[in-house]
């Protein structure tokens, strides 16, 4: 099979969906504002609140969509680089290496042996 180069600008091209937000970041915006609106309705249904108040849940609220749709971390999306960067903050600092093998000393017969035991080798 052949490879074929591509220029860098091809690659780094993001088709745009709706107006300059591409497929991920509009969806995330979507969901975003569905959260919002639900957390809203469900948890401060009774509360009249100020539009401060307003924004400030919103803001809490879109935070993590707005990380998950815009952000890139060494040119990997949120959930790429989370994949590779968990294990390797999860596990141990300091590892035990255990090497299958087990060495054995060689039995060897010498030629200076008088009575032909067998002697250890060196």
């Given at each position: 099979?052949?490879?074929?180069n591509?220029?860098?600008?091809v690659?780094k ?7 300059p937000?591409s497929?991920?970041?509009?969806f ?11 957390i809203k309705a469900?948890f401060?249904?009774d ?22 749709g815009?952000?890139?971390f060494y ?6 680089f ?5 294990p ?12 299958g ?8 017969k010498?030629k200076?042996?008088?009575d032909k ?6």
């Amino acid at each position: 099979m052949k490879k074929i180069n591509i220029n860098r600008d091809v690659r780094k091209y993001k088709e745009k969906l709706v107006g300059p937000f591409s497929t991920r970041e509009a969806f995330c915006l979507v969901v975003g504002f569905l959260c919002f609106y639900l957390i809203k309705a469900i948890f401060f249904a009774d509360i009249e609140m100020m539009s401060d108040q307003n924004g400030f849940l919103l803001i809490a609220v879109m935070i993590p969509f707005v990380i998950v749709g815009w952000g890139k971390f060494y040119g990997m999306h949120i959930e790429k680089f989370a994949k590779c960067a968990l294990p390797t903050l999860l596990s141990p600092k300091v590892r035990t290496y255990k090497c299958g093998y087990k060495i054995k000393k060689k039995v060897i017969k010498t030629k200076k042996s008088k009575d032909k035991e067998m002697q250890r080798f060196k």
